[in-house]
């Protein structure tokens, strides 16, 4: 069952603001959570007449063929992830982060955020306020070395893996900000990102269905393990991206650098694709085209 969202909120799948009655509500598991109407999973049950569809129903989609090109996809990545106190990024705090490496290294880091946990979001992440405040460290010395972390990497020239950048990075970029630090900008260049959620909405334009990481991970065949935890969702983000590479020769063979100016252009085309719709439907028209960072001065 879906309804028309009443209020503003964020889309579970994509994690972009939903505009008041410009989206969708919709009950899973017990949780309703908020959509873009072009993000929503395909809410019709599937038709079960011995195990096949009805004539002229559309067909389920397939995932394109791995092809044997070589490319960045072959070569050394490095991906993140966090889990936080809530889904805005201006607002919400960093519970935990990790950073992963295709050669098997592996950061994880978990910080007491000062304030309540809401129990929504530990429901997700399954990390309690209790845990945080016992196990956890102090948030301005852990972000400084998140920062650095990744900051060591992108001096290296490392691809970046990050499902949905401008969500983490941003939340990232507004904490140090929070806690008087140096920006991560201002630490090391944030390129090249690689951001499978771009990239596939890039590629599979019309697929329809939910684009969240465990959606696509079904879709292309990557194993997720212990979905919300940070390290397995920035390890599955990155065996994510190497699915992709080796998917489409045309993104696999680009070079990391042109790949992460191509994806700037496709978001903010994918954002202007997206207002259009709305106007299409006479909802209210906005956007948030920056990638793989928002500007934390208007991003409220």
Known sequence: ??????????CAACKGRVEAEAGERANVDGAWLTYHHECAPA??????????APEG?????VPPQRGSHDGWHRRRLAGFDTETTGRDPKTVRIVSAALVTSDGAEKTFLIDPGMEIPAEATAIHGITTEYAREHGTPPRRTLDEIADALAVELRAG??????????DLTLLEAELARNGLTPLASRAPVAPVID????????????????TLEAQCQFYGVTITHAHDAAADALAAMNLAQVIGASYTAVGTLDAVRLHEAQAR???????????????????????????????????
């Open 1 to 10: 069952m879906t309804l028309v969202n009443k209020y503003a909120g964020t």
């Open 43 to 52: 809410w019709e049950p599937q038709p079960r007449v011995l195990g096949q």
């Open 57 to 61: 129903a559309p067909q389920a989609a």
């Open 158 to 167: 490392t691809p970046l893996v990050v499902f949905n950048a401008p969500y």
């Open 196 to 211: 499978p959620l771009v990239i596939d909405r890039q590629m599979d334009k019309f697929r329809r269905g939910a684009r």
């Open 266 to 300: 496709w978001k903010a085309e994918q954002e202007a694709d997206r207002a259009a719709y709305r106007e299409r439907r006479g909802e209210k028209s906005y956007a948030e085209p920056e990638w793989p960072t928002r500007p934390l001065a208007t991003s409220a």
